[in-house]
């Protein structure tokens, strides 16, 4: 018998989003979520020990003495939900923008308003560690009570490097204390400070001599990112930061073809990156050689929907090329203000023809894929982490459906009941 | 001294939404929120009796022996929201009707497999009271935590006298029930039911000759609703229902000019109905009709975003036109399954364009007069009752900018604390 001090039993649907295990998925693959129904689970020191239907609990696990069992009947069970780009760590927020840039001010205008992400750096500088910690840990607290149990988060609103240095040592520090894993990466190319607006080139320079070497030694990232965009980082000085990056022992992500398209896609492929982000006007060519490289696209839906870009990423062409699809977040103050995996994941079905099957892969085990934990978390199967979702609702297709409220009763993370009826214990 | 039994004292913003009494607010009085900062209220026996500056509070108010303080420093406090339109009660869900709609099934094809408003209606007929208000409770927990007290719920899923009458005497029991205040209408022109599919006119008449009598003999709607729409209900059969209902003292509301301009906005000028709602396809002659007649424009992004309609009411014309405009949810199984105002307001800004201050005005004092409720709620004014939000936020427009979040951390009606920390007492 299979000793368990954790089991959930009785689940309408048990999601195991359990399938091929060397690479993410892709195609028709991610319509298909291992639905086990009347299913249950087991978990012993934070680790899943059994996956099965509740029919056969009974006769393969032994629940020890102080376990805790969840009854789930009528309920939906699914993996903890994983955001693989969000820009977590920030001071001050930018209402004020938002309202502006409704009333239709420009660029510009708003940066003259003391808006626009050099609003977000200034204050982000000015902050200390315990400050940032402390927003940063309400937001993590609406993400878990959403479901969310694993969450990239990028530097990038420092672009000194004691700033960028502060930021990914918050980053750890909010880790370490738990309870969400988070997973940090190096954003220094997220723009260019209004500093050096004369001589962007002397920013690349210090990114890729200063701020690069010291993060790599330092260990304090996993990914370095690039925002490569018109305006922002070329084709070319992003390649540069990235191999520099690579050089440095980081893996790759790219902000690719956000606004216009610059052959964002086509270089993550080059660079065998792990991930292109946003990809709203990556091109045929570009899409097919991520397919070929292996490269994740990571879409961002609810930044399209804020700023009313009144164009979506083409999920349906990405998921037949052959891409593997995650979603993600984006959480940030200026381009999308939400911390809700479920409202993103609506937002892909709705406004991106994303089925609801897809979406919970692409927020479970494909995120999980974008940020290297593929092996730890995303799937309900024996040996990974007991990081896991209840609803309340009887299916999965509720969590992609019932939008704008919060269903989920419950979160595990490694085993530990974090959230129970909504709300953080 | 005035004696108050509940006091509210140090709001970042205290958003009284006071100012026109006469009229709902349109044009830019539609953006002016009479914000006090560091705002106090003061309550007794549920009305509001005193609001002004938290400086001069000690030296007006009294706090009787068992009054209840809540210190809202940091925080945002708004009048109750309101949501004008929903289709509150029914039975099932249609989960699957909204992944078949992505794949790109045709309406008939989602009837084929059992959806479309016919699913709900064979449901709600089946569903005993019981099991409706028991539902339906479900749904106003989720509003009532989002920060919404006052609700109109219509009739509609029945489509026969008894299942009609069914859905409206459970509207009236949940209301009386508590907390939230519900406004009734009636709505037995929703769809032509099965039965009817090959003679319309009969289904007309029945609700014409029966069924609205029987409505007002009982005293059970306040409003009448119609779906004045192309292969729905005609504007002939539209005007005759709503005549007849007016006849038998109900007042008018109108589903007008959703998919097709059906003059739907101008038929609501004529028969000076309270509102017209839906209006993606009205017309400049219509809108200006609605304005000269004071009809109220009751918008609903949520369903225009949730279909992907790929447009939506064009709410800066509205406004511009001199139309009062109001939001509401439109909630309901088939085309928005939301209870969340927030998330409407959000809708309104991005996709409409609609301020934050707009958007709140809109989702108020405009929607109290939209169901007939100006004189008690829809305001933070003395003598209204005390029904009112908390928010989490220094400042109002969070309510529009962090979305698909829940920022309310109180929830009071009738001057009692229903919600704290976003959770039901």
Known sequence: MIQADLIISGASELVTVAGERGRPRRGQEMGELGIIRQGALAARRGQIVWVGPTEELTSAVQAMAFA?????????????????????????????????????????????????????????????????????????????????????????????????????????????????????????????????????????????????????????????????????????????????????????????????????????????ARTADHLLFANDDGIRQMAEAGVIAVLLPGTAYFLNLQRYARARDIIAAGVPVALATDFNPGSCMTESMPLIMNLACTQMRMLPAEAITASTINAAWAVGEQDRVGSLEVGKQADLVMLDAPNHEHLCYHFGVNLVEAVIKNGKALVERGQRR
């Open 68 to 272: 805790k069992h969840i009854k789930a009947e009528g309920k939906t069970v699914l993996p903890g939900l994983v955001d693989p780009h969000t820009h977590l760590i920030f001071a001050g927020s930018r209402e004020n923008e938002f309202a502006l840039r409704i009333q239709g001010k420009s660029y510009m205008e708003i940066a003259a308003a003391g808006g626009g992400i050099n609003a977000t750096v200034n204050a982000t500088r000015q902050a200390g560690k315990d400050e940032l910690k402390r927003l940063a840990q309400r937001s993590l607290d609406r993400m878990l009570s959403l479901g969310t149990t694993t969450v990239e988060a990028k530097s990038g609103y420092g672009l000194t490097l004691a700033a960028e240095l502060k930021m990914l040592e918050v980053i750890r520090e909010l880790s370490a204390e738990g309870p969400l894993t988070l997973v940090r990466t190096f954003m220094g190319a997220h723009a260019v400070p209004s500093e050096y607006r004369e001589n962007p080139e002397a920013y690349v320079d210090l990114v890729i001599t200063r701020m690069i070497p010291e993060m790599g030694a330092r260990g304090l990232a996993r990914f370095c990112d690039v925002f490569c965009e018109q305006g922002v980082f070329s084709v070319e000085q992003s390649e540069h930061i990235l191999q520099a990056a690579r050089h440095a022992g980081m893996e790759l992500r790219i902000h690719a073809d956000e606004l216009t398209d610059q052959g964002g896609a086509a270089m993550a492929a080059r660079l065998r």
